[in-house]
């Protein structure tokens, strides 16, 4: 099977290169530079998204379409690219699937579209409306819902299968997406701890959920790829079991959600961090929990890392590349 994998070389994208490529699939991957660090073996093409005329006929004869390149930054100021990015190059990866004949074409998205709640006991699934003024919060968010419409559309006229990976950790994370949490709590003595809740989920096993999103999934059809549902008082006490730190933690109640959201914006230039925003720590007050329900259902899918076990991989690849 030929296989075209666009965003070839991020968190996600990299690893489901790899696999891709150890199950003997002929893998054509689309990057921007010529310093990729894919497998050897892998043929790489050279692309964007946004300039239709630059993806050539490099999906010609390929099976499935992987598409996973988008621009993340939680930066209000970047609206506009965020939604030309992954709005419009998702359109412009589609035109291309169709005009090349692919059989089935999945865009990556993200579980963030499903929105969030003020209750631990609500879980949010595929079938979550849409809060409109949340997304407008939300300059990501609201280019991945964008995106995701872009997507439906398409399915219109081909099989088209969105997947909403939740907060990926493991190995691979060069960038440090999940990775600055960890590689914090690793290195600090007082760690504050909002009140919230998020779900984690190892990359390895999002790479398997893409897959039988391709070889599965039901055409128009959204999948939540998750896995443990976690406050951060669970998630930043795991990390700080696996990383040998004892750091004083202290709790944030409901009501710090507004100050704190305040000073983002100040502590994220001081610290430069690309995800210290004012939407960021203010969700952090709020939890994202999500089911996997459909994804188990209809893909077959499971989880097989604890989230213990997915942040000793990323912990042992932090460490071995130097990240730590």
């Not at 499903?114 to 595929?126: A, R, W």
Request: positive net charge; proline residues 5%.
């Amino acid at each position: 099977m030929k296989t075209l994998v666009t965003g070839a070389t991020g968190f996600i994208g990299r690893r489901l290169v790899t696999r891709l490529h150890e199950d003997g699939m002929e893998v054509v991957a689309l990057v921007r530079t010529e310093k990729h660090g894919l497998p050897e073996g892998v043929q790489t093409v050279y692309g964007d998204i946004l300039q239709p005329a630059s993806l050539k006929d490099f999906g010609v004869g390929c099976d499935r379409l992987y598409h996973l390149a988008a621009m993340i930054t939680f930066d209000v100021r970047k609206r506009e690219d965020l939604i030309r990015v992954n709005s419009e190059g998702t359109s412009n990866i589609l035109k291309a699937a169709k005009r090349w004949k692919v059989h089935r074409s999945v865009v990556v998205s993200s579980a963030c579209t499903m929105g969030l709640s003020y209750s631990q006991d609500h879980i949010l699934d595929e079938d979550a409306p849409i809060v409109e003024k949340l997304v407008k919060a939300n300059p990501y968010m609201e280019s991945k819902v964008v995106a995701e419409r872009e997507a439906l559309y398409a399915a219109q006229e081909q099989r088209v299968v969105i997947v909403n990976p939740t907060t990926a950790y493991g190995p691979g994370d060069w960038t440090l997406n999940s990775g600055t949490m960890v590689t914090k709590i690793a290195r600090s003595s007082i760690v504050p701890v909002p009140s919230g809740g998020s779900n984690a989920v190892d990359v390895d096993d999002v790479v398997e959920g893409i897959i039988l999103g391709g070889e599965r999934g039901q055409s128009g059809r959204r999948y939540i790829l998750g896995g443990e549902n976690l406050s951060f008082a669970q998630t930043f006490s795991t990390i700080a079991t696996v990383v040998g730190r004892r750091p004083l933690f202290v709790p944030f109640p409901p009501w710090m959600r507004r100050p704190m959201a305040g000073t983002a914006w100040i502590a994220g230039y001081i610290v430069g961090s690309r995800f210290l925003t004012p939407q960021i720590v203010g969700d952090m007050f709020a939890f994202k929990y999500y089911s996997n329900r459909r994804a188990r259902e209809e893909l077959g899918w499971s989880p097989k890392f604890s989230f213990r076990e997915s942040i000793g991989r990323a912990w042992h690849f932090y460490q071995r590349e130097g990240l730590a």
